[in-house]
């Protein structure tokens, strides 16, 4: 199912203009394909929603998250200190006008905000952060590549200040008790991140 499909099928649950899901889709198509955008795209999502179909049975409420996946990274900027916060809010002015329930609202926005901070207690949320860090624990080349990526993403940053924060990144994991909120992923993934983190800190 292509993206644009799945958002289709998610959103007519809860808009029933179909003008109205298309302009939604054009509008979130086009955050994610900015010219910047070298890791934080269409293809992130994409990752993440192959996840999101094999633990799906998981969730308590599975909308809730796929509207989360979408737009969790809407608003990407790499001067940016507030992505996470501001995709949340364009998140619920958005959705705002669908039927989703205030209290289906506020756990969206939590869903989104905890991407920022890596911290969840809900079970839904524990798996969204999860899905969303899934490439720490990928084999060696394909962090390799995700490293890569990023690096190019952020390519007006002066190396200095990019190695500062990168490593600041790295090491906020690497300090954690433990990357992954579940254990489903903790056991599947948990020693290959903190491999891959290490050998990107140590490169730096």
């Given at each position: 199912?292509?993206?644009?499909?799945?958002?289709?099928?998610?959103?007519?649950?809860?808009?029933?203009?179909?003008?109205?899901?298309?302009?939604?889709?054009?509008?979130?198509?086009?955050?994610?394909?900015?010219?910047?955008?070298?890791?934080?795209?269409?293809?992130?999502?994409?990752?993440?929603?192959?996840?999101?179909?094999?633990?799906?049975?998981?969730?308590?409420?599975?909308?809730?998250?796929?509207?989360?996946?979408?737009?969790?990274?809407?608003?990407?900027?790499?001067?940016?200190?507030?992505?996470?916060?501001?995709?949340?809010?364009?998140?619920?002015?958005?959705?705002?006008?669908?039927?989703?329930?205030?209290?289906?609202?506020?756990?969206?926005?939590?869903?989104?905000?905890?991407?920022?901070?890596?911290?969840?207690f809900l079970k839904d949320t524990q798996?969204?952060?999860?899905?969303?860090?899934?490439?720490?624990?990928?084999?060696?080349?394909?962090?390799?590549?995700?490293?890569?990526?990023?690096?190019?993403?952020?390519s007006k940053v002066p190396t200095f200040?990019?190695?500062?924060?990168?490593?600041?990144?790295?090491?906020?994991?690497?300090?954690?008790?433990?990357?992954?909120?579940?254990?489903?992923?903790?056991?599947?993934?948990?020693?290959?991140?903190?491999?891959?983190l290490q050998a990107e800190l140590n490169?730096?």
């Amino acid at each position: 199912m292509t993206l644009k499909a799945r958002f289709i099928n998610l959103t007519s649950s809860y808009i029933n203009e179909n003008e109205s899901i298309e302009l939604l889709w054009n509008e979130l198509e086009s955050h994610y394909t900015e010219s910047h955008r070298t890791y934080h795209n269409l293809t992130h999502l994409e990752e993440l929603f192959g996840y999101y179909d094999t633990y799906k049975k998981e969730l308590e409420k599975p909308d809730l998250v796929a509207f989360a996946i979408f737009y969790h990274d809407i608003i990407y900027g790499i001067w940016n200190k507030k992505n996470e916060e501001d995709s949340a809010e364009k998140a619920l002015n958005v959705l705002k006008k669908t039927s989703l329930s205030t209290d289906d609202l506020t756990t969206i926005e939590s869903h989104i905000l905890a991407t920022k901070t890596h911290n969840a207690f809900l079970k839904d949320t524990q798996w969204m952060i999860d899905f969303d860090l899934d490439i720490l624990g990928s084999p060696i080349a394909r962090y390799n590549l995700y490293s890569q990526l990023i690096r190019k993403e952020y390519s007006k940053v002066p190396t200095f200040l990019y190695k500062k924060g990168r490593k600041k990144m790295l090491k906020h994991f690497l300090e954690k008790p433990f990357i992954y909120s579940t254990s489903t992923f903790k056991v599947l993934y948990e020693k290959q991140a903190k491999k891959n983190l290490q050998a990107e800190l140590n490169s730096l």
